[in-house]
């Protein structure tokens, strides 16, 4: 499945989704809305909020989210299957079920067709049982030394196995023209180093105890036992080298690269050499080292780590990741752990694992079906220009900074104009040819598909950046800024009702769709994104001046989410989630900008006795709605620089100017904050 990188910024996370859509294909001002006596009526209500998610016994002073969707999180129901229900995560719900309309009416010789028909063969699988896993375990079994596991680690690449190191192609921070060899830390079965370290994830620590040594027994490990505590002490050790999360978004901490050469120098534990031979690698003149303690350190743990602990540690990942691939045993085994990671109680309906895997495996071959029945040229241009109307009322915000220097913001002015947009699909469809499958072979299938889109990602390396490629596939429920590309990315999945919706209220669009706009815009000026420039180098175009006051106001911001308990003894990390934080804030003021400027001078109308800006700020709220399990609230705040949905409402709001007048907030209001203390970013 896809997954983001940490300099690649989305919206939202893999696990809480969210949206984006269109709107005109020119300025939509109050005088272009259709009468409303001529209008199919909007998903929600009269104009497109849902009214009756309210709870109106709550000041919105006092909190706004309980205002705007109180009476929603209380008869909400999370499904067994999934770890929060809510407006994002019910989109991701409903394109998956487009999603399979076009597979299970693809043709059933068709690599779609052939793909899910194997996923959904249980007889088939059952009968195979762990077959086709233990070819892959005897393979790690023959390893008989250290060069010789190295090498094997290198090749894991796409497949099923686990090595210290995940390798990608990037585009070179340095160079941003260029793609090069990326390394980062790897080798944790479990979700970041937290999990491990920290005394609130013990039941998640005990469950995964209990798995390793189940998967080690269902593939005839000798020492079933002994061995699932060698190889949780080993990934113990290391968890304690590698990097916090907060860090790892550092781009000033991870702007490393080295030679071939030098990597081996810097950290000599590995056999690099037999490494990249199995990756497929030649020598490189420049790798992106990220994390590059924690990949020092890495190297130094395997030098000491007894071959045998290396090799059962890589068969019960070979095991764990082809589990979903296997029979009924492995599959629920491997539910059991991960249902105690996020709290869900029921494994997802078996069509909707398929369609991820068919999703995941052959994604923009999907995409091209899913755009040709559900996204049109017309969707395309309309959220092109409504992009444009954000991007021009960022610009303005920039301009009328008080806090920022001349030469700072003529520098923010032109990266702002050289921001690069892409809606819905890429332009060129990709080559899917050199793919085989077999509907008998389901376990074969998801093998070949990971080393040909494996194979396709590494084939860039050394060569110029492609822009017009795209890192997710058109059916993706999410929004992205590329920051290294300097790049705002809109997949057709996410524009559509109910998050944007041709027949609601201009207000309401703007609130959902337009905060969503500026906030994947703003990422280009968060706290990270500011490092980069306009050609999407690591260079710090700021004046030390203007850097000092935008971080004075970035830090006591982020304070703000800090005092919000999220769960019992459970608060936002600020450092983590700073550059999301600064995005939902600048992005619901860069809205709210661009509908004023929408109303052409006319005061907006008054519907169902709430103003223009009283409907802007319930479709915020609402587009954050969201009811999640506590296990995935804490892993959430554990490993995802975004805040949870909560938070991402009521932080922000409390410093827009704006909201106070919308809604008469006061002195005494448990949201209020003086004037002179709301933070001043963007």
């Known amino acids: 499945m896809f997954e983001t990188r940490k300099y690649l910024a989305p919206l939202l996370s893999v696990s809480l989704l969210a949206l984006a859509v269109p709107l005109s294909a020119q300025t939509i001002t109050a005088a272009d809305t259709v009468p409303a006596d001529s209008r199919t009526p909007p998903a929600y209500g009269g104009f497109g909020v849902d009214l009756s998610g309210r709870d109106l016994s709550v000041k919105p002073g006092d909190d706004f989210e309980r205002y705007a969707s109180g009476k929603w999180l209380d008869a909400a129901t999370i499904p067994a299957d999934r770890a929060a229900v809510g407006s994002g995560e019910d989109l991701d719900e409903a394109v998956q079920a487009e999603v399979r309309d076009l597979i299970i009416h693809a043709a059933p010789d068709s690599k779609i067709g052939a793909l899910y028909t194997s996923f959904l063969d249980e007889a088939r699988i059952e009968a195979r049982g762990n077959a086709p896993l233990m070819a892959d375990i005897a393979r790690v079994r023959a390893i008989h030394t250290k060069e010789a596991f190295a090498r094997y680690m290198g090749g894991t690449g796409g497949v099923f196995g686990i090595s210290l190191y995940g390798l990608g192609v990037s585009s070179d921070p340095q160079n941003p023209g260029l793609n090069v060899l990326e390394i980062d830390q790897d080798g944790l079965g479990m979700p970041n180093r937290n999990y491990y370290l920290d005394a609130q994830f013990k039941p998640q620590r005990d469950a995964y105890t209990a798995y390793v040594e189940k998967v080690l027994r269902a593939i005839d490990e000798p020492n ?3 061995a699932t505590s060698d190889i949780l002490a080993f990934e113990t050790e290391l968890a304690r080298v590698s990097w916090a999360a907060e860090d790892r978004r550092d781009l000033a901490r991870i702007n490393n690269h080295y030679t ?40 130094a743990l395997f030098a000491k780590t007894p071959l045998a602990t290396l090799k059962a540690w890589e068969e019960f990942h070979v095991a764990y990741q082809a589990s979903p691939y296997l029979g009924k045993a492995m599959v629920d085994a491997r539910f059991g752990f991960r249902s105690t990671l996020y709290g869900v109680t029921a494994i997802s309906p078996r069509w909707k694992r398929g369609v991820y895997l068919v999703s995941g495996s052959l994604g923009e ?25 954000l991007k021009a009322a960022m610009g303005a915000r920039i301009r009328a900074s008080s806090w920022m220097g001349a030469d700072t913001k003529l520098a923010a002015l032109d990266k702002l104009a050289r921001m690069t947009v892409m809606v819905g699909y890429p332009d060129k469809p990709r080559d899917y040819t050199g793919l085989s499958v077999d509907s008998h072979d389901l376990y074969g299938n998801s093998l070949r598909a990971g080393r040909f889109n494996n194979a396709y990602e590494m084939a860039e390396l050394g060569k110029p950046v492609d822009r017009t490629r795209w890192n997710a596939p058109a059916q993706t429920v999410n929004a992205f800024n590329e920051s290294l590309q300097n790049q ?5 999945g996410i524009l559509q009702p109910p998050f944007f919706d041709s027949n609601a209220d201009d207000a309401v669009n703007y609130g959902a769709i337009g905060a969503i706009i500026g906030h994947e815009i703003s990422h280009g000026f968060d706290d990270q994104g500011r490092k980069i420039d306009a050609t999407g180098a690591l260079r710090d175009w700021w004046t030390p001046q203007d850097a000092a006051r935008f971080d004075a106001e970035a830090k006591a911001f982020g304070e703000q989410y800090a005092k919000i308990d999220i769960a019992p003894g459970v608060a936002v990390n600020p450092k983590l989630t700073m550059g999301e934080n600064i995005a939902d804030f600048a992005g619901v003021q860069v809205a709210l900008d661009a509908y004023h400027v929408s109303l052409g001078g006319k005061p907006a109308p008054v519907l169902e006795g709430l103003t223009g800006d009283q409907r802007f700020f319930l479709a915020f709220a609402q587009a954050w709605r969201s009811k999640v399990r506590e296990a995935a609230l804490r892993s959430q705040v554990a490993t995802d620089p975004h805040s949870p949905a909560r938070v991402r409402v009521l932080v922000p709001l409390a410093n827009v100017d704006a909201f106070y007048a919308a809604f008469d907030v006061k002195p005494g209001d448990k949201m209020y904050i003086p004037p002179e203390k709301r933070a001043h970013i963007w």
């Open 224 to 226: 079933p036992a002994g």
């Open 260 to 299: 071939t050469s030098q990597l081996a120098d810097y950290a000599p534990g590995v056999d690099w050499a037999a490494y990249f031979d199995g990756a497929g690698i030649a020598p490189q003149k420049t790798i992106w080292v990220t994390t590059d303690t924690a990949v020092r350190d890495m190297a």
């Open 365 to 389: 071959m999907v995409g091209q079906a899913y755009v040709d029945r559900y996204f049109t040229p017309a969707a395309k241009a309309k959220m092109e220009a409504l992009v444009a109307n």
């Open 488 to 492: 705002i990315v809109f997949p057709a």
